[in-house]
Structure formats: structure tokens, C-alpha cells
């Protein structure tokens, strides 16, 4: 594990980046909405993974903290009429108080039992949406009409690029410093952390709040680019799985992976949209990610990586 | 001579069993004691309970004359104690370098963040615990049981303890890498190192050692030099039955 | 009153049906099977396909839903959990997936609406104001028999008490000459079987739909986290709190708030008691 940021790397993100921003040039309307959904997924799988993939506290409620930053930012502006301005940081700020919820029985339980309580805390809320104050959420129907940020696809496309670009450049440089490395050691054991002289509880109060703050944003953002919110398409099991499938499919721990999986899902569901036009695309695409999940855990990533070894010889 | 670590009245019960029964005993500045007892003695709790890892029930245990219990894990060893297991657990995806430099870190999420990662230091604690230099950016599944042993001295020593408390840190060695722990642990007390050893291999635990105590179900039974110990009628009964 | 203690009895015995099956496996394989809700799933359209498209009678019906599910439940075992080392947080993503899929194999075969089922028993009973079905009385009634011939299974036969001790001690069971991964498929075999046999009850008294199976596995997660894990006297116990529960929360205070207290009593327990109200109990 080396820290230094060498210029190889950031000629790397240039060309990852520089290369994303040139897709509209060359692909339609239709599919530059794909890339944009592909973006936002990006984000929320990169969100999960600081909390989940480094530290081993695996989040099957993160439709919940999403969720959080989505309705607080889309109630702020189209029930009361506050600027988007002010309600995105507000939403922000909710979901990460959010994440400290989430962090409680963090303090007291891990592995399975905690996965457990963050999905009852998505159900919870989805229950909760729809019967408390429906007249500021709109219960089962949700809210539609949310102020949109910007009109069309190109320029929702570079808002989005934007934003996950700034918060992987952001998550990159954090996870090469020694917090980064602590955060990736609390995954693997969290006693020999602790026992190294570091306060745990502190770290972890970090990758949660960083976490949800991700989420948060990615929440906030993604409701003022569709213009519209329901609970059944937000704290659901199969938005959930897309998140988390996102991240392991292409690598957990690091920051392309997540990027790579949710490009990857995106676009394996856009093109078998023409073979199988409904959710049974959910069929082939969970297969490919069960099989990826059980014999390659480390995912697409690190698939990359020993086929570069193959070619160029030796492991980079 | 002054005490260094001293335990009073320390007990500990898992429900029903007393894991830690009323043990007192005190460790002096810079020797190395010898904690001995049959299988289930409740030696490597005593140890979870100098660290913080169990609660203690009622008793006190202080370093340096400052009372450790309520103190969290992370803050004894800050006071200068740290512990080796049973079995090594090293960080499985980071290299033995990253390992040890986990033990460098400061304690603060801004220092953590601005600081730059001391490699050099990190290779000086490698080198004394004689990790060989091509071994720095192995995995420790790489590593031989001897290696790891010596990976989890090093991350330990990384934290500059005071008082290291070494539990079983001969188990699953060859004759040869005993004798290179032995050798690096006596060269550490040079430094000052003062050490509480838990082991099994009482013939690699005597030439190591200036005192023995021996515990028996959780209780105290005896303290000396280690032949007073093995001579002792309570200690032959317990480990042998006669 | 009557209506809801009559209410109340009914559902809490579907719910201790839901809910014993995977509340073996997590004692036995010390595994969380997410997927567990898709058994219910597979067997309610297996019967629905068997007896309703098929029109073959409903005990074949019921016993081919039965059969499905005891094979889900080996394949589960052979394909995910064995090649997994039974690692619970791999094991849980990866049933969790295997769910999504199972749901999407759903639509594929039989499209996303919803199904009704034809009340396997016809018929209602009227008691003190309240309206029973014989339909779910008959599945409580099912679900009586079904724990009661479990509980004799485990305390009395040869495999019962493998199941047992594998539950207790894994090492100790393997030294005294049980197979401890013979036992195990038997365990997801029957836990496929239960959960089956409830699905085709469960869907009789709902309805069957492809989302059907997050609901049951949410109840069934309550119930061993509440219960802590293991007894069938301690599933009984917490399948009648939690349906009690839910009966007085929807006809006193708001029908929406059906699942609202069983998720909050999720939350609780795993908060304040990480061991669940009765500690760790053996099957």
C-alpha cells in the first residue's frame, strides 16, 4: 500500500473522466439518461462501500439514508417552498444525522445481526413514509413535480458526471491517507485496530458520516433531477440489491469498483432490455452477479487486474 | 524496585463461571514474569481484562499507579500496555509494511488524514523483530507461523508499549524460530521492555523469565522463581493431578 | 375483544409457521437465509400452478409445493452455503441475491400480477361477532400440527436429535458420529419444506404476487431476533407477541401500521438485548 499520488494516477482520472465527458458527442438522448442513472448509482454504490465494503458493516438499509436526503430536499422545496440552494445541504445535513442513527447498534452489534437492523430501519421508513404527515409526503403516491435543477439530458448528464467525479477524486484521496488505511483495517479486524491504539468508535462515527453524507448527496441531487419521489421505488429490495451489487460487482474497497459495477449493471440492463423487457432482466443480471459474487468476490476489478498481469507480466 | 502493573482483588464471572477469581498480583518495572496454569486457568483473560477487552467485575488494575479499569482498549494502550494472541490475526488484505504502520497511526481522524505514512519507521520496527526486508510487501498469508508471530510483535511494538503482555507466542513454532523469538524478546528487555508471558512451553518460558505466578481456575496459587513454582504441592496437583 | 384475541390466535400460528423454518437453519447452519422468503414464494405458485392451472386436486397440490421447497432448500444448501464455508455475511448477500433472482424467475413464468388463491378449505364460522374462514383457521390449525409433530421430531427421532446437537455443538456432534453436513442439508431440506407449506397457507391468505416474499422473511427475522434463536417453544411465544401485535395495532390505531411495530421491535431488541428476550436456546 503505497500513499504517494503520483502523476500517473491523476493522468488516469483524467483520462476516465475526460473520456466520460465526451459521451455525448457520441451517444443519443435516450442513452445518455442511462449514463446519468449509471452516475447516481455510481455514487450510492461509492457511498455504500465507504461504510460498508471498508469497515465490514454491511448496509442492507442503504435505500434508508438515500432516502432521507431525497425527501427532505424534495419536501423542503416543493411543500415550502425553500431554494434548492439551502434544502440540498439541509437534506445533507438530515441524512447524516440519519447515519448516526444507523451508527447506534453499530456500537453493539456486527456481521449479520447488523445487516438485519439496517434492512428493518428501510422498512421501516417505507411503512413510515406513507403513514406519517402523507400531506408533506404524499404517502404511497409520493411527490411529483419536484423543481428540476437543470433541463436536459446533456446538462444533467454533466451535473451528474460532476458530482460523482469530485466525490470519487474526494473518496480516492482519503482512502490513500492513514485514515483510509484504518478505515480498510477495521474491515479485516476491528480488535487489532483497536488494540493498535485507535479508537474504533471513532473511526467507524466517521465512515458512517462520511457515508451518508455521500448518500445524502447522491439522494438529494437524484430527486431534484427526476423531479419526482415514491416510497415503493426508493426503500425497496431491489434498489437496495442494485446498490450493493453495484459495489461488489466491481470491487469492493476501492473507488473504481463501485464506479465500474454500476456502469456495468446499468448498461447489462439497458441492453437486455430488448431481449426481456420487463423486471426479468433482474434474472440474468442477478445470476451474472451471484456467480461474480460467490467465485470472484473481489469482483470485475480485480478481474482487470490479473488480466493485465497476464499480459503485461507480473502483478501490478 | 517499583511496580509497574498491579492488580487487586480482580474478578471476572461468564454467568455462572468464575473466570477471575479475586487475583492480585503485581509486575515490577522492567522484568519479565511468567503467568503459568493448565489449559482454562483463565490466563488469557487476565490478559483481555488488562486491556479492557472484558469489563472487570469488582477490583482495580493500575500501570504506572493510574487505575486502567473504565478506560477503553484503545486509551490503555496509549498508557503504554499492549498485548499479543493466541493466534496472529494480522490485517489479511494489506501488506506486512501496512500492517505494522497501522500500529504507527496517531489517534486523530485530522492527523490521520494530513500525516504521511512513516515508512522508514516502519521498516525500523520490521528490521529489529528480523522480518527480512523482501517480506515488507508480502501478504502475511505468505508468511510462515514464525513470520507472523514476528508481524504481530512488530504492529504491537509499533504502539510503544511499556508492558507487553505476550500470550502463547511460542504455539505452532519450530525449535529454530523459538529460539529467534527468544532471542529477539531478551534483546527487547534490553530496551526496557517489561513483559507478562503466557505459555504452554514451559522449557522456552524458563530461561525467559525472572519470576513465575501460578493460577489455577481463575485463582491465585503461588508465586516465586520458577523452580519455587513447579516445586510447589498445589501447582504439581493442579498440572499433574498428584 | 373476541375478535381480536380470535384474530390474533389465527395469525400468530401462520406466523410461527413462517417463521420455524428459518429460525432452524439459523440454528443449525448459524446462517441467515435471506432467501428463505422465496420458498414461501415457490411454494404458493407451485401449488397455485398444480391445483388452479393444472386442476389437479389440492393435496398434490400442496404435496408438490412441499416437494419443491425441500429441493430449493438442498440445492440452497449445496450450491450457495457449502461452496460459502458458510461465512454469514457472504452467505446473506448472497441469499439476498439469489431472492431477486428467485423474484425475477417469478415474473418470467408467470408475470407479475397478482394471483389469487381459491380458499384450499371453503366455508366461514361465525363466533361473537367475528367472522373466521375455515381457511385460515385450517392453516393455524396445520401450523398447530405441523410444530407439534417437529417438536416430537426433534426430542424423539435419530435425525431430530442430530439436528440438535449439530445446533448445539458442531465439533462435539462430528466427534460423536454425526455427519455435521448431512445434517445440515437435511435441515435446509425441511426448512425448504416448512417454508413452502407456509407460503401456500401464507398466499391463501393474502394473495400471491412476485414481491410476496419480503414481507413473511421480515416476519420471520423478527421472530429470531426477538426470541433469540433456536427454540420452537420460543418461536410459538414470539410469533403470538409480534401477531398480537399487529392485530392490535391494525384495528385499534391504523391499519398502514401493520409491519410499523414489528420493525421497531427489530430495531429494540437488536439494540438493547443483542441475545433476544430468551438468550440462546437449543432446538
Not at chain 1, 459495489?247 to 426481456?276: C, K, N, V
Request: proline residues 4%; charged residues 15%; hydrophobic residues 50%.
Amino acid at each position: 500500500m503505497t500513499s504517494t499520488i503520483n502523476w500517473r494516477h491523476l493522468l488516469l482520472w483524467a483520462v476516465f473522466l475526460g473520456g466520460l465527458a465526451l459521451m455525448p458527442q457520441f451517444v443519443t438522448r435516450g442513452t445518455l439518461r442511462t449514463f446519468i442513472f449509471a452516475n447516481y448509482l455510481a455514487i450510492f454504490a461509492m457511498s455504500w462501500d465507504v461504510l460498508s465494503g471498508r469497515t465490514g458493516y454491511v448496509s442492507f438499509g442503504h435505500p434508508f439514508l438515500i432516502g432521507i436526503g431525497a425527501y427532505t430536499s424534495a419536501i423542503l422545496s416543493y411543500r415550502f417552498h425553500v431554494p434548492v440552494g439551502w434544502s440540498i445541504p439541509i437534506a445533507v445535513a438530515t441524512t447524516m444525522i440519519g447515519g448516526t442513527l444507523f451508527f447506534l447498534p453499530a456500537l453493539r452489534i456486527r456481521g449479520s445481526y447488523f445487516a438485519l437492523v439496517t434492512l428493518a430501519f428501510m422498512e421501516l421508513m417505507y411503512q413510515l413514509v406513507q403513514v406519517i404527515r402523507p400531506d408533506l409526503t404524499g404517502g404511497t403516491r409520493g411527490i411529483s413535480g419536484v423543481q428540476t435543477l437543470l433541463r436536459g439530458a446533456v446538462n444533467n448528464y454533466y451535473l451528474s458526471l460532476g458530482l460523482m467525479g469530485v466525490i470519487a477524486i474526494l473518496l480516492w484521496s482519503m482512502m490513500r491517507t492513514r485514515l483510509g488505511t484504518a478505515l480498510s483495517a477495521i474491515g479485516m479486524n476491528e480488535e487489532a485496530v483497536e488494540g493498535s491504539g485507535l479508537n474504533t468508535t471513532k473511526l467507524k462515527l466517521f465512515a458512517f458520516m462520511v457515508g451518508a453524507a455521500v448518500a445524502g448527496i447522491g439522494g438529494a441531487f437524484y430527486v431534484h433531477y427526476l423531479g419526482s419521489i415514491a416510497p415503493r421505488a426508493l426503500f425497496d429490495v431491489n434498489f437496495l440489491f442494485t446498490i450493493i451489487v453495484a459495489a461488489l460487482l466491481g470491487g469492493a474497497s476501492t473507488i473504481i469498483g463501485p464506479m465500474l459495477g454500476a456502469f456495468f449493471l446499468t448498461f447489462l440492463l439497458e441492453y437486455l432490455r430488448p431481449l426481456l423487457p420487463g423486471a426479468e432482466r433482474y434474472f440474468i443480471y442477478g445470476l451474472i452477479a451471484l456467480l461474480l459474487y460467490m467465485y470472484e468476490p473481489r469482483g470485475l476489478y480485480e478481474l482487470f487486474h490479473r488480466g493485465r498481469a497476464r499480459i503485461f507480466g507480473g502483478r501490478a | 524496585m517499583t511496580f509497574i502493573l498491579e492488580l487487586e482483588h480482580v474478578v471476572k464471572r461468564f454467568g455462572g463461571l468464575v473466570a477471575t477469581n479475586d487475583m492480585t498480583f503485581a509486575v515490577y518495572k522492567g522484568e519479565s514474569l511468567g503467568l503459568i496454569g493448565p489449559n482454562g486457568a483463565g490466563k488469557t483473560t487476565i490478559f483481555s481484562l488488562i486491556m479492557g477487552e472484558h469489563k472487570v467485575d469488582s477490583g482495580s488494575i493500575r500501570l504506572h499507579g493510574e487505575e486502567l479499569t473504565g478506560l477503553p482498549t484503545h486509551k490503555r494502550i496509549r498508557r503504554g500496555i499492549a498485548r499479543t494472541y493466541q493466534v496472529p490475526r494480522p490485517f489479511a488484505d494489506m501488506d506486512v509494511l501496512a500492517n505494522i504502520e497501522v500500529g504507527l497511526m496517531p489517534d486523530s481522524l485530522i492527523e490521520m488524514l494530513v500525516s504521511p505514512f512513516d515508512h522508514a519507521e516502519g521498516r525500523a520496527i520490521a528490521r529489529s523483530v528480523g522480518l527480512a526486508e523482501a517480506d515488507l510487501h508480502r501478504d502475511p498469508a505468505e508468511l510462515s507461523m514464525g513470520d507472523l508471530r514476528k508481524l504481530e510483535l512488530a504492529r504491537t511494538l509499533a504502539t510503544r508499549p511499556e508492558v507487553m503482555l505476550l500470550d502463547e507466542v511460542f504455539a505452532g513454532l519450530t525449535s529454530g524460530e523459538i529460539a529467534q523469538i527468544s532471542g529477539l524478546l531478551k534483546e527487547k528487555r534490553q530496551d526496557g521492555l517489561t513483559y507478562v508471558i503466557v505459555s504452554h512451553d514451559l522449557r522456552s518460558l524458563e530461561p525467559l523469565i525472572d519470576r513465575a505466578i501460578a493460577m489455577t481456575q481463575g485463582t491465585f496459587v503461588c508465586a516465586g522463581s520458577y523452580q519455587e513454582v513447579m516445586n510447589d504441592k498445589a501447582v504439581r496437583m493442579a498440572y499433574l493431578g498428584h | 375483544m373476541t375478535q381480536i384475541l380470535i384474530q390474533g390466535l389465527l395469525l400468530s400460528g401462520l406466523y410461527a409457521l413462517i417463521a420455524i423454518g428459518f429460525t432452524m437453519i439459523f440454528s443449525v447452519g448459524r446462517v441467515l437465509n435471506l432467501a428463505y422468503g422465496a420458498y414461501l414464494m415457490l411454494g404458493g405458485y407451485t401449488y397455485f400452478w398444480v391445483a388452479q392451472t393444472m386442476h389437479m386436486p389440492k393435496p398434490i397440490g400442496i404435496a408438490a409445493a412441499i416437494g419443491i421447497g425441500a429441493l430449493a432448500g438442498v440445492a440452497m444448501h449445496r450450491l450457495i452455503v457449502r461452496p460459502l464455508h458458510s461465512d454469514p455475511v457472504a452467505v446473506e448477500i448472497s441469499t439476498l441475491i439469489l431472492a431477486v433472482i428467485i423474484q425475477a424467475g417469478i415474473v418470467l413464468v408467470f408475470n407479475d400480477a397478482p394471483k389469487v388463491l381459491h380458499p384450499i378449505v371453503d366455508g366461514v364460522w361465525r363466533v361473537g361477532g367475528a367472522t373466521v374462514t375455515f381457511n385460515i383457521l385450517t392453516a393455524t390449525v396445520a401450523s398447530w400440527v405441523i410444530l407439534f409433530a417437529l417438536y416430537h421430531f426433534v426430542r424423539k427421532t435419530h435425525v431430530g436429535r442430530a439436528i440438535s446437537a449439530v445446533s448445539m455443538d458442531i465439533k462435539g456432534a462430528a466427534l460423536s458420529g454425526v455427519n455435521p453436513d448431512r445434517i445440515n442439508m437435511i435441515t435446509w431440506a425441511i426448512s425448504g419444506a416448512l417454508g413452502a407449506i407456509a407460503g401456500v397457507f401464507f398466499a391463501s391468505y393474502t394473495q400471491l404476487s412476485p414481491s410476496m416474499w419480503v414481507s413473511p422473511l421480515i416476519i420471520a427475522v423478527a421472530v429470531v431476533i426477538v426470541g433469540g434463536i433456536g427454540s420452537i417453544i420460543g418461536t410459538l411465544i414470539v410469533a403470538h407477541i409480534i401477531g398480537f401485535m399487529e392485530i392490535i395495532s391494525t384495528t385499534l390505531i391504523a391499519a398502514e401500521l401493520r409491519g410499523v411495530f414489528t420493525m421497531l421491535l427489530i430495531i429494540v431488541v437488536l439494540v438493547l438485548l443483542p441475545r433476544g428476550l430468551f438468550g440462546r436456546g437449543e432446538l
